[in-house]
């Protein structure tokens, strides 16, 4: 009788879990998991959150297991009651038949209680903290790992800061810690570099309470809120917590610097003064979200320190290189030819010559970055993406590209690209800079000079084309020889040959078609032929008009000597002049 009263009120429980939302369904979930030990799953729809939760009912009562079923009531009614379950003492009832008879057909709520050391969960308060005693058991706070920040400590107590509904809801919330000895000698050491960073998360990746179990202690990644100002100890802190927008653990944690007090027993007082800015008139207001803060001490490692340590550690050599690209290629489809490309030897952040080439092992493209300045940029705004072919990139993969390497060196520093072929062998665009293997496949051709062009004659000066070559062999007493017969656009000398008046030397350009080309008999062209005539007899002072066409012919009449037939060895003579072909 004491079974049938006890699992009376299943389908009541049902109807409140099924009346409940996602965010309450999850709370009854992680209640199970605390209290009943069960692995039911809090990922899904909201119909199969339901149904898990009555099919768990359902079990505890078919194997009549009245205790498990109790304490499922108890967590039901708590997350109905406070809209979350933060954790209780189950209830017991005596196993005597009066106990029985006496014990409620509908058991209470259980009462929260404050949370208890288990499950490696709960970060007991350190000893040099003076922050309430409310605050003192929280879930660990873990960041993100990151190169430059290792050996986290905890030094204060992880606060947590209200939401602030809107951009004129102004809050505030302070943090006190105190330095030990120990913390002490570490941040004045030589040897090793010690900060005081102040770490902030949002409650979308952290939580306390119920909410704790959603996290299951995950790394949690760095956020501040939208707009906020930091102090410590009334020294406003200059440091950049935006990040990029939208995007949470792109900021660094600030570093406390100079403004703490290093003196044994001394407090520290960090100030947090926040509003929520994202509230925007167009769009859907941002739901407001806690933060929680905390300082660790940290072992800092600069950009320098990384880059030697990624040069001596993950150096991969040319060879090797190659060879991977090979068995790429050879794993490639068939069809698909894979030809030369051309690779920047820039950094795409810097837009300066690499100095150290750096990538992803899983990355397949052959450019590089400069690891100084990824690790610059990524300390400033932790993305940790490949520029160049923006993926993320796990810091453990990170080599040094020794093919690029093997390029730089081998290159000026001038050069800013190079070709790299299918086989792997590189050359720049002019061969000036290439392979050892790529020099011998093409060996350089020496350039023959350029020919210099020819030189314009000058004026009044015999021509030193073939055909003028080849007929200025006589005599300036007017017998010339004559044997090629002028072609088109053929330059001819007329030499006045009247040895009694001495006068000047006639320049006339002739332009003969190919049909009006004659045999070297003294023929001349047609009268009716339009030839250009130039007289370089006249001076300059002389006002004297030229002669028209009317009263100067351009060619003389043919006289009976033109009409003797010309011997071999022998001169054609004119009455007044000699022309020379």
């Not at 794993?331 to 030897?345: R, Y």
């Amino acid at each position: 009788m004491a079974a049938v009263d006890g699992y009376a009120d299943l389908d009541n429980l049902k109807s409140l879990v099924a009346r409940s939302t996602v965010d309450r369904l999850k709370s009854i979930i992680a209640g199970f998991a605390a209290e009943c030990h069960t692995s039911i799953s809090k990922y899904g729809k909201k119909n199969e959150l339901i149904d898990r939760i009555c099919d768990a009912l359902a079990s505890w009562k078919a194997r009549s297991d009245l205790v498990s079923f109790q304490k499922a009531r108890g967590i039901i009614y708590q997350v109905k009651n406070t809209g979350s379950f933060s954790g209780s003492t189950p209830m017991t009832f005596p196993s005597t038949s009066a106990g029985a008879a006496a014990r409620p057909r509908y058991a209470a709520p259980y009462v929260p209680a404050l949370p208890t050391a288990r499950a490696a969960l709960p970060t007991a308060l350190p000893a040099s903290s003076s922050a309430p005693a409310a605050t003192t058991m929280r879930p660990a706070y873990r960041p993100k790992p990151s190169p430059f920040f290792t050996n986290e400590q905890t030094v204060s107590t992880i606060v947590e800061c209200p939401e602030s509904t809107g951009a004129q809801d102004r809050r505030q919330q302070t943090l006190n810690f105190t330095l030990t000895s120990d913390h002490i000698a570490k941040l004045r050491s030589t040897t090793e570099t010690w900060q005081l960073r102040l770490y902030c998360t949002s409650s979308s990746f952290y939580g306390t309470g119920a909410a704790a179990y959603r996290f299951n202690n995950a790394p949690c990644p760095i956020e501040f809120p939208p707009t906020c100002e930091i102090r410590v100890n009334n020294t406003q802190l200059s440091a950049s917590t935006k990040g990029l927008k939208k995007k949470p653990g792109t900021a660094p944690p600030p570093n406390l610097g100079k403004t703490v007090n290093l003196n044994a027993g001394a407090s520290n007082r960090v100030e947090l003064i926040y509003v929520n800015s994202q509230q925007n008139n167009n769009q859907t207001p941002t739901p407001p979200k806690k933060y929680f803060m905390t300082v660790l001490l940290v072992q800092y490692t600069d950009t320098d320190q990384l880059v030697e340590r990624l040069k001596k550690g993950k150096y991969v050599s040319g060879d090797r290189i190659r060879d991977q690209r090979r068995l790429q290629q050879s794993s490639d489809d068939d069809d698909i030819v894979a030809g030369p490309s051309k690779i920047s030897l820039k950094c795409p952040l810097s837009y300066v010559r690499i100095a150290t080439p750096a990538r992803s092992a899983t990355c397949v493209h052959p450019s590089c970055f400069d690891a100084m300045s990824w690790f610059s940029v990524n300390e400033q705004t932790t993305t940790w993406n490949c520029p160049i072919c923006e993926k993320l990139i796990n810091q453990e993969d990170l080599i040094v590209d020794g093919y690029f390497d093997e390029i730089l060196k081998a290159t000026h520093e001038d050069t800013e690209d190079v070709m790299v072929e299918a086989d792997g062998e590189w050359h720049t665009a002019d061969n000036e800079y290439a392979s050892p293997a790529w020099k011998l496949s093409h060996p350089a051709h020496p350039v023959a000079p350029p020919t210099p062009a020819p030189s314009a004659a000058p004026v009044g000066a015999p021509s030193r084309s073939p055909v003028s070559a080849s007929i200025a062999s006589g005599s300036g007493n007017g017998k010339e020889k004559s044997s090629v017969p002028p072609g088109p656009d053929v330059e001819v000398l007329v030499l006045d040959s009247d040895s009694d008046d001495d006068r000047q030397v006639k320049r006339q350009l002739l332009r003969h078609g190919a049909a009006s080309s004659s045999s070297v008999g003294g023929s001349y062209p047609p009268d009716s032929q339009n030839n250009t005539v130039i007289d370089l007899t006249l001076s300059d002072d002389e006002d004297v008009p030229p002669p028209s066409r009317s009263t100067m012919p351009l060619i003389r009449k043919r006289s009976a000597v033109d009409d003797e037939p010309m011997h071999s060895g022998k001169r054609a003579r004119t009455e007044d002049s000699t022309v020379r072909m």
